[in-house]
């Protein structure tokens, strides 16, 4: 019983010396003579690396479209602050503009109010008639500022016209272009005296002066100052055409000379010297 003990423990022993043996074979057979295995690598290359290529496109892809479309949101949120940015520059601008021209247009105004006129204030064009019925215009100032009933008003160009109705802080200006309107004038070359009329239109018409052998296109009149309403020597307009001889007078067409259908401002005249001329208002005094 012993015997075959020992004979098994030495059959194992055996057994594991040879293995020893093999195993330490085998080490030495591969230290000195390396097993190609590339063709194992190039198979697992050439199978992985689609794989790999399609799923690095795809996170490409996505990653680029998303960070554009960020890119995107963020650039327009940006072109419109800076629209918003050049639209408010652009109104002040346009307003700076607007300002610098009513600066220009009241410093002529003011120049008016040193010219000898008389007592003036500056006012306001707010309205005019929708209807166009009338040629009238509504300015703000009114009974409580000195403007009544038959004041003159004109601008550094021209009389405009008269106020024929008044409230306390408002009027109603009736322009010389009204077909009710009429003017006392005067040739400013020869002194002739006569009357301009309205005529509901954009031109004025000449009647009832002395002689009209001598009238010429471009020739200018001014105020008489014998209607009592506006001072003597402010420019009405021009003679723009002289028709045919209607009875005892030639048909003469005379063109305003403020620009009527642009009115912003006016000055209304609310007290003037009666035997004094004024001085030309469309000469601007020179600016220091």
């Known amino acids: ?19 020893m043996i093999i195993h330490t074979g085998l080490i030495s057979f591969q230290a000195s003579r390396r097993i190609n295995t590339s063709f194992i690598r190039v198979w697992m290359v050439d199978s992985l690396a689609p794989v ?29 602050g800076l629209k918003a940015e050049v639209d408010e520059l652009r109104m002040q601008l346009e307003k700076q503009h607007e300002d610098i021209l009513e600066s220009q247009r009241l410093r002529k105004l003011l120049s008016i109010q040193e010219s000898g006129i008389g007592k003036t204030i500056v006012a306001r ?35 405009v016209g008269r106020v024929i109705h008044s409230s306390n802080f408002f009027s109603i200006v009736q322009l010389v272009l009204d077909s009710q309107s009429g003017v006392g004038v005067m040739h400013q070359s020869t002194r002739r005296q006569g009357i301009v009329k309205g005529t509901g239109g954009q031109e004025l018409e000449l009647d009832y002066i002395d002689d009209d052998n001598d009238l010429k296109e471009g020739d200018v009149f001014i105020t008489s100052g014998l209607d009592r309403i506006y001072p003597k020597g402010l420019p009405v307009g021009t003679i723009s055409l002289i028709g045919p001889r209607r009875g005892l007078f030639k048909a003469v067409q005379v063109r305003p000379a403020a620009d009527l259908g642009r009115l912003e401002e006016v000055i209304c005249i609310l007290d003037h010297p009666d035997a004094v001329d004024v001085i030309d208002p469309t000469q601007e005094s020179p600016v220091p």
């Open 1 to 19: 019983m012993s015997r075959t003990v020992d004979t098994s423990k030495r059959s194992v022993w055996i057994a594991l010396g040879v293995a």
């Open 52 to 80: 790999e290529k399609l799923v690095d496109r795809t996170l490409h892809g996505v990653t680029h479209v998303w960070e554009n479309y960020f890119a995107l949101v963020g650039l327009h949120r940006e072109n419109e």
């Open 125 to 159: 064009v707010i309205g005019r008639d929708p209807a166009r019925t009338n040629q009238t215009v509504t300015i703000d100032k009114g009974v409580s500022h000195g403007v009544k009933p038959d004041s003159a008003v004109m601008t550094p160009q021209g009389i």
